[in-house]
């Protein structure tokens, strides 16, 4: 058939059969109506893909018509110009698909990095029992060893039912809010600038912080504790946490006035609002060790991670890498993005499988880098009440002048090796699976 040409439905208004949807193949100047083909408009490029129907031969034109209108292969379309419907960015369904995306990928990327994340907390409050393992990726290796071999397997686990009940929230309003602030500061590709990408991620981050810190302080004092008798209770483990941390008492009682005589006036003016509700006042903060600290933190933590990924994937998506990097222009029915947005961010081609674990990882090692002295902090003040003498508790400029007399400036990054080694896998996951669960959800 080297001299046959292809006919396809609807590319010729003059001929009727084409018109209904008949292909047609020449072949010395005869025709054989061999079947039809039905078409939707799918993806960038409005691609027809095609759908087969029984032969009609020895039908006339206008039954073999006929038969081309009544496709056979099932959730085949009748029309060709369905057109899916687009999703707002500000709908309610945009903002539940994209808090599940974004929970389901911190939810993954915690569960990969557990074991060490725990080590990591153990360095960071200086454990006495771990404490002579500091300093080294060997002592990581024998710490991950000693929890195995007092607790086993779920050692390592010691406190991830309650990061699991924290990260599904933190991470779905962290993804949303940074979806909803990045459409409102940058609506279309010329307001792109580093500035308005690094604050979208930071008050994102922010937010998601507000919103579920106490959980991440409950989960770093079960992740904490090595005692047997104190961690041996069963499903009830995070009750007990839940108690002793709302009846620790704080560093000063209120009186008429003594020890707070000494106190910022904000803490003074606290309690003095509270009035006869000063102890529920006390056990509530309880739950709030080290939030200034970890805001404060988590402005250049979130900030740095999603500008420092959007940035690399503006450099993957380069000319010169892109046909290396970009997956393929063809997009599965299933797969359309519908949201309806102005800015490419929105409508742009996922990355391949391992560039979009190196951005994921490279924004995860940069954040870790630009923040993780606060982290430091955050974690000695989240367990004060445990580690320091009588069961103090210590302000930020309080917990950080101790960890410099402690350790000097080397103590700020203690267990930062380890923070690589958990942050370069979490944010690679999280990113990775984020992005693909948006394309699936197609957002």
Known sequence: MSDSGLNIAGTSSRDSRASAGIVSFQNGGKNAHTGSVTGSVTGEKHRVLPILVRPASGKSNGEAGKLADQPVVAGAQKSDNIVPKEIDKQSLVYILRSGLAGGVAGISAKTLVAPLDRVKILFQTNNPHYRQMVGSFKGMFRAIKTIYHNDGVWGLYQGHSATLLRIFPYAGIKFVFYEQIRSFLIPRDEYETAARRFFSGSLAGVVSVCCTYPLDLIRVRLAFETSHKQIHYGKGKILHTLKVI??????????????????????????????????????????????????????????????????????????????????DDYVPPGEQRLTKSDSSFDHRRPLRVWAQLIAGGGAGMMAQAAAYPFEVIRRRMQVGAVVNSGGQFYSGLQTAKQVFLERGLRGFYVGLGIGFLKVVPMFACSFFVYERCKTYLQI
């Not at 707070?260 to 003016?269: A, H, I, P, S, Y």
């Not at 509270?274 to 309880?286: E, K, Y």
Request: hydrophobic letters at 40%.
């Open 246 to 327: 709302y009846n620790e008492q704080p560093r000063f009682s209120y009186t008429t006035g003594g020890a707070l005589r000494n106190e910022t006036v904000l803490t003074r003016t606290m309690y003095n609002l509270t009035g006869t509700n000063i102890q529920f006042f006390q056990a509530v903060s309880n739950f709030y060790r080290g939030f200034i600290p970890t805001i404060i933190g988590m402005v250049p933590y979130a900030g740095v991670s999603f500008y420092a990924h959007d940035l690399l994937h503006d450099f993957f998506r380069s000319p010169a890498l892109a046909p290396y990097t970009v997956t």
